[in-house]
């Protein structure tokens, strides 16, 4: 009997009362992410033992091409849960860098783009101007190059700026609008800035040809962005050198759930896979350069500052797959990704490529160290626990992918270009 046959044959036996009702389930389609996982418990060690403690969260999407290239997405889940917070830390600074040139593409204003200096002032004891960026080519600020040291080596500072360009207002409209649910940026990063003066942001100048081409004043945040139910966490914070007991109220932190975050990172390479509200105004020149950026290393990038691999080796950003300390990679392999490190807490998101093998994929995950329960004490289990599982992990789906059979192989000399054209 043909299976189509065989299939209506026992629907109409279930519903005729001959077969129990559950012969009717089908089986549903494997998630290759927890076969992986499970098969290798061992290698993946304490941290998927007690995924609870340790908080994990992973997303794994599978890309298949058609054959005329278009991708096709599948993608599989292992803990991911809105109410499951992990902090963010570094990972809101992708989305913080996307608007801020998308601000300036809209503007529309003749000689304003990512290279125009930009000087930021202070109107409040809180603030800090900077007039001057000698990681800069000319020693001056600007968007761009804000934006490419945010995605080479996670400044703190570069973010902060771009931060005060935007303001809490234009960052969180922009980010609830367009459907990145539970996404939450209110503060800056290592700043020791109150929550009420992280809603006030910097004045800031634009300028080009020896005059301004865009005057913002400081701004006070109108909205509510903070978060309304208590996210406790913890048992004690180090605060000023004194330890305050109790657990640590995480709702007024950032936030950024990783189906938000990860779906960040395909807006980015694949804005035509994702829905329109979701994508970023930014112009052709902009998205290469922002695609550049999140796949170049520390030591390729040109930049002076970064040239020591020891302080910056080639992994230095790099979590999964290379546990952020690998002295090199493969040439052909890149990933374009987003991490974040800080109370406990390891997160990185990414797509990953493999030129020669013909491979790509999106995979995000965060994972909780903090044996003690005490944040600011900097006795994080990083080396031992985080950076080994995301490397791991990264290795893992890796490897899985090469094994992975495609009717299509992808055609990857775009993103190849990207760095042939520098």
Do not use: C
């Amino acid at each position: 009997m043909p299976p189509f046959l065989s299939i209506i044959v026992r629907l109409v036996l279930v519903v005729v009362g001959v077969l129990p009702a559950v012969l009717q389930a089908q089986p549903s389609t494997p998630n290759p992410l927890e076969t992986l996982l499970t098969a290798n418990a061992e290698r993946l060690g304490p941290v998927l033992a007690d995924p609870l403690t340790h908080r994990v969260q992973i997303l794994y999407t599978q890309i298949d091409r058609d054959a005329e290239g278009r991708p096709h997405f599948r993608s599989f889940r292992h803990g991911v849960a809105p109410e499951t917070y992990f902090y963010p830390a570094s990972t809101v600074k992708l989305p913080v860098a996307l608007l801020a040139l998308e601000a300036l593409h809209r503007q529309g204003i003749p000689g304003l783009d990512r290279d125009t200096v930009m000087l930021t002032g202070a109107a409040h004891p809180s603030q800090t101007a900077v007039a001057a960026d000698p990681t800069a080519p000319g020693g001056l600020p600007s968007v761009g190059h804000y934006v490419r040291k945010i995605l080479l080596v996670s400044d703190n500072d570069a973010y902060n700026r771009l931060y005060e360009f935007l303001g809490q207002d234009a960052i969180n409209a922009a980010l609830r609008d367009r459907g990145y649910a539970g996404a939450r940026i209110v503060h800056r990063l290592s700043s020791p800035v109150s929550t009420a003066d992280n809603r006030r942001v910097n004045p800031v100048r634009f300028i080009g040809a020896h005059r301004t081409l865009l005057a913002l004043g400081e701004r006070v945040a109108e909205g509510a962005w903070l978060g309304e139910t208590p996210i406790p966490l913890g048992v004690a914070e180090i605060v000023s050198g004194r330890r305050i007991e109790g657990p640590k109220d995480f709702s007024e932190k950032n936030a950024l759930p990783l189906q938000a975050l990860h779906d960040l990172v395909k807006a980015v390479i694949f804005p035509g896979a994702v829905p329109s509200a979701m994508r970023f105004d930014l112009s052709d020149e902009d998205l290469a350069f922002v695609r550049r950026a999140m796949a170049t290393t520390p030591p390729e990038s040109g930049i002076a500052a970064y040239a020591d691999a020891e302080v910056f080796p080639p992994g230095y950003v790099k979590f999964l797959l290379f546990g952020g300390d690998a002295t090199s990679i493969p040439p052909s392999i890149r990933i374009f990704n987003k991490v974040g490190d800080a109370y406990g807490f390891l997160t990185d998101a990414a797509y990953v490529v493999d030129v020669e093998a013909g491979i790509e994929y999106l995979l995000a995950a965060t994972v909780y160290t903090n044996a003690n329960g005490t944040f600011n004490d900097d006795r994080y289990e990083y080396a031992e626990l985080g950076f080994p599982f995301l490397r791991e992990l990264g290795q893992l789906i890796h490897a899985h992918e090469l094994a992975r059979p495609r009717a299509h192989r992808p055609d990857l000399s775009s993103l190849a270009q990207l760095f042939d054209a520098g």
